[in-house]
């Protein structure tokens, strides 16, 4: 069972500390959040899961951090000073503001019901403009990223140079972007500042149908493999009508959450178009020399663009439980271990002196190589399943026989079974049954 309401998942959130609302002693700020120290971790546990799977375990990508401020002239050449926008319309009646592309009835207003009262659509730009420097002026605009994309294109030359890289070969980056979103809403699914993971993957331009197919499946099986079930994800091809003008094939891959589907991630083909831009722009040569065909030329570009936020959300949805154990109901985080904030957590039985210098000791050697949470207030009941609400795979009691035997009992989130093991073994068995 995933979780069918969205309140679930957010109340879970804020109960257990992974997601709060920002600035929330000051009466909030509309769709911001602050990742507390479960969904800290957790994020980061999904960002580094995304960078070991597109660099860590292949030789042909590499990874750069950009900078989130940049000038008016590369959203000049990305095309996003002049496209990147929504169409706003304003309800003349309720005076609220709606993206008219996501109207269920353009006549209608859902705010106050009222009808034919929108005003004409305008082109509302998304980015979020900022002044560098102490003048504020037209010299000094200066625009948050609403996409970590244009990182690499415009480091496409340094990064030729300096790695060693030939096409087929990718640029990927993790960070934040900023989108001042018209309707953001649906917890941290759409926000005004969220996090991206992005690969630009350069490649000849007769591979360019090849890589895409390839990129399609090597990311939908991703989200499969981190525990999504297969059921709840599918990969949804843009219609002609729905592609960017540069693009010469779109696909997503959709989450079905509670309110329907939605975009967990977009990979396209953008062909030369951002190099060449750039290039036009810019003045410099942003291409190629293949010296092995003696030919020189502007490399296609495949681009899964993921968020890491939003797909935060997904994970969460997906793994959320409840079932019965001895009789009581209990709520589960069923993560996969890579994605669980802590992997274990060391729980001495009691509180007194006597076990403390033992579970303390455990703690310590597991949290070399773990993240590693210990707990040692109220019944043990309790403790497992707080554990279980917050997604740990594993427990590791610490009890009086513990001082004696030099054993400890490791119980399973998700059978909740329990196996006694020496402390010798502890490491390697928790490698074994982690994976990692
Ligand atoms: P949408 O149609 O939902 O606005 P998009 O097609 O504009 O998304 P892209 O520009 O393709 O999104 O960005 C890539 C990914 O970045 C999206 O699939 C999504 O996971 C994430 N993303 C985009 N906008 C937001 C946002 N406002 N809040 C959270 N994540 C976002």
Not at 63 to 70: F, S
Not at 234 to 253: C, F, Q
Not at 318 to 347: C, S
Not at 392 to 405: K, M
Request: aromatic residues 12%; negative net charge.
């Amino acid at each position: 069972m995933s979780a069918k309401d969205l309140d679930q998942i957010v109340n879970l959130c804020k109960r257990r500390g992974f997601v709060y609302p920002s600035a929330e002693i000051y009466g909030g700020f509309r769709s911001s959040y602050d990742y507390g120290p479960l969904g800290a971790l957790m994020l980061r546990n999904v960002k580094d899961a995304w960078v070991r799977s597109m660099v860590q375990q292949r030789d042909d990508v590499v990874l750069i951090d950009a900078a989130i401020l940049a000038p008016p002239a590369v959203w000049e050449a990305s095309g996003h000073l002049a496209n990147f926008t929504d169409p706003l319309v304003d309800c003349t009646a309720c005076k609220q503001r709606f993206r008219e592309d996501h109207l269920e009835d353009k006549n209608v207003c859902p705010g106050c019901g009222a009808k034919g009262a929108f005003t004409e659509a305008r082109a509302f730009n998304l980015m979020f403009k900022t002044y560098a420097g102490p003048v504020e002026g037209s010299g000094a605009e200066v625009y948050l990223r609403p996409e970590t994309a244009q990182g690499m294109f415009v480091n496409f030359g340094n990064v030729l140079q300096t790695s060693r890289k030939k096409p087929p070969f990718g640029i990927a980056q993790v960070g934040k972007s900023f989108r001042n979103e018209i309707t953001p809403g649906n917890f941290i699914f759409r926000t005004r500042e969220f996090e991206q993971m992005e690969l630009e993957f350069f490649v000849p331009p007769a591979e360019g149908p090849q890589w895409y197919e390839y990129w399609c499946n090597e990311r939908l099986n991703w989200y499969v493999n981190l525990g999504i079930p297969a059921d709840m994800l599918r990969l949804r091809a843009h219609d002609a009508d729905e592609l960017s003008h540069y693009s010469a094939g779109t696909s997503d891959v959709e989450f079905l959450f509670p309110w329907g589907w939605g975009e967990l991630e977009g990979i396209a083909q953008r062909t030369d178009y951002d190099l060449t831009q750039h290039a036009t722009h810019s003045g410099q040569k942003l291409d190629y020399f293949d010296q092995s065909t003696n030919e020189r030329y502007v490399p296609y570009v495949v681009e899964p663009a993921a968020g890491a936020t939003r797909t935060m959300a997904a994970f969460l949805l997906a793994a959320y439980d409840e079932d019965e154990v001895g009789g009581e109901q209990r709520t589960i985080l069923r993560l996969h271990p890579r994605l669980a904030p802590f992997k274990v957590a060391v729980l001495p039985l009691s509180k007194k002196d006597t076990l403390t210098p033992l579970a303390r000791q455990v703690y310590r050697t597991l949290s070399e190589r773990y993240m590693v949470e210990y707990d040692d207030t109220q019944s043990i009941g309790r403790r497992y399943r707080r554990q279980d609400e917050i997604g740990t795979p594993l427990c590791v009691t610490v009890d009086f026989d513990s001082l004696d035997d030099g054993a400890v009992t490791i119980r399973d989130r998700d059978t909740t079974d329990q196996v006694r093991i020496p402390i010798d073994g502890l490491v390697g068995e928790l490698y074994g049954r982690l994976g990692f």
